[in-house]
């Protein structure tokens, strides 16, 4: 039986050259086929999933031997850190890894909402010319806000910052005097004005029973009616009716969604999606380049390795 067990795809270097001397079973199909995942974690002691393995109580049962689990990524919404806690198992995300990556995505579908460019290939293919119905615009000069200001915030902002923006956060975990906020010329606002005054709002929140839907109809009515929503942290924040809503009666400008309150997202559910106005869909895309992955690989084998190895975090 594998001493560790990778559920998920990943960077297959860094599991041939950064877990060399283990018995690394490797089968990205293996989240789809939880029975064949529970087999093989019977003599375990790590694992390595992304966002769908779902590891709860069941699972961890399955895994007597675990000692570390190694998360592709940084959201921990999939994972029962209390009961790992509870087991002595130590989890890892990828703290930093991908924060440039998401943090590209949201600038790239800001502008691209802003300027209606992906509307333009059908027509224009199809010999239209559609010039005057397709202006856009400008980022220059727009307010950018920000709910939450962790890391990947942060990248954004630094990022934001030569387009001559405006920025504003909302995060009720650092003081309105935080030399995070200072050091990035970044305005600290409450959460309603952060609403009400942001022309792009991108979300930067891990998904809790504070953060579920807390973009919801409300939410939604107090933005600008040409504001763009950006959601690539986690699904099940913003509430997808609601906010289909909003986008079919034009009260909201357009909407970028990575993440949804299901994933993958099957046809029943995405039927929601059909015909909707000004809305970009990616399949949580936001974190993963081919460079995030190969970093969020190496980072996340190296820091189950070690656990295994006994050796400091």
Not at 75 to 90: F, T, W, Y
Not at 218 to 244: F, S
Request: aromatic share 6%.
């Amino acid at each position: 039986m594998p001493d560790i067990v990778i559920s998920e795809f990943m960077d297959e270097a860094a599991i041939t050259g950064g877990l060399a001397g283990f018995d690394a079973h490797y089968d990205a199909t293996l989240v789809d086929r939880p029975e064949a995942l529970r087999a093989l974690l019977a003599e375990a002691r790590g694992l390595i999933v992304r966002n769908r393995t779902q590891v709860r109580p069941e699972l961890l049962a399955a895994a007597p031997r675990l000692k570390a689990i190694g998360r592709l990524g940084v959201g921990l919404d999939n994972i029962d850190v209390e009961a790992c806690a509870g087991r002595g198992i130590a989890v890892f995300p990828a703290t930093g890894a991908n924060d440039a990556s998401v943090a590209e995505y949201v600038i790239s579908a800001a502008l691209m909402l802003l300027r209606r460019a992906w509307f333009a290939t059908d027509r224009v293919s199809a010999g239209q010319w559609p010039r005057n119905d397709l202006m856009g615009r400008e980022l220059m000069g727009k307010s950018l806000g920000l709910l939450g200001f962790g890391a990947i915030a942060r990248e954004t902002a630094r990022r934001a910052v030569p387009f001559g923006v405006t920025i504003l956060a909302h995060d009720p975990f650092l003081a309105a005097d935080d030399p995070a906020f200072r050091s990035l010329g970044v305005r600290p606002v409450s959460f309603d004005d952060l609403l009400r005054h942001s022309d792009v709002l991108s979300l930067h929140v891990p998904l809790t029973a504070a953060t579920r839907d807390c973009i919801g109809a409300t939410a939604l009515a107090a933005m600008k009616p040409d504001a763009i929503l950006i959601n690539a942290a986690r699904g099940g924040v913003v509430d997808e009716a609601a906010l289909v809503a909003a986008l079919k009666a034009g009260t909201i400008g357009g909407a970028a969604l990575d993440v949804f309150a299901v994933e993958p997202l099957k046809a029943d559910k995405a039927e929601i999606f059909v015909g909707c106005p000004n809305l970009i869909l990616t399949p949580h895309i936001a974190g993963v380049t081919i460079e995030s992955n190969t970093r969020v690989s190496w980072v996340t084998v190296e820091a189950v390795r070690r656990a295994l190895e006994g050796l400091p975090a």
